[in-house]
């Protein structure tokens, strides 16, 4: 069974800090390619950040790069998303995002969102 649970979104202010977690089971977060994407209400959803399975190699959005970080825990099977400098343009529901390749066929899982508001 393979799933994402995502948490530690929430109110947080301009210039403030949260940091998400995706937990995932069924799979080992190692052996895919990890991502961070976030939808604000009326707006597309958009790819944030990546980590790539193979050497852990990162990507960022031009919006958040400088002060996003993505990363992972291969002991917890767990990807973070360290958020600082958060800015009211951050608001959105943030979706974990996994693609692996089994057997010559591609698959892709999606966590449940956590919303994450940055207001005064």
């Known amino acids: 069974q393979v799933q994402l649970v995502e948490s530690g979104g929430g109110l947080v202010q301009p210039g403030g800090s949260l940091r998400l977690s995706c937990a995932a089971s069924?799979?080992?977060?190692?052996?895919?390619?990890m991502s961070w994407y976030r939808q604000a209400p009326g707006k597309e959803r958009e790819l944030v950040a990546v980590?790539?399975?193979?050497?852990?190699?990162?990507n960022y959005a031009d919006s958040v790069k400088g002060r996003f970080t993505i990363s992972r825990d291969n002991a917890k099977n767990t990807v973070y998303l360290q958020m600082n400098s958060l800015k009211p343009e951050d608001t959105a529901v943030y979706y974990c995002?996994?693609?692996?390749?089994?057997?010559?066929?591609?698959?892709?899982?999606w966590g449940q969102g956590t919303q994450v508001t940055v207001s005064s």
């Open positions: 069924g799979f080992t977060v190692s052996s895919a390619d």
């Open positions: 980590i790539i399975e193979t050497g852990g190699s990162t």
């Open positions: 995002n996994a693609v692996r390749w089994r057997w010559g066929k591609e698959y892709a899982y």
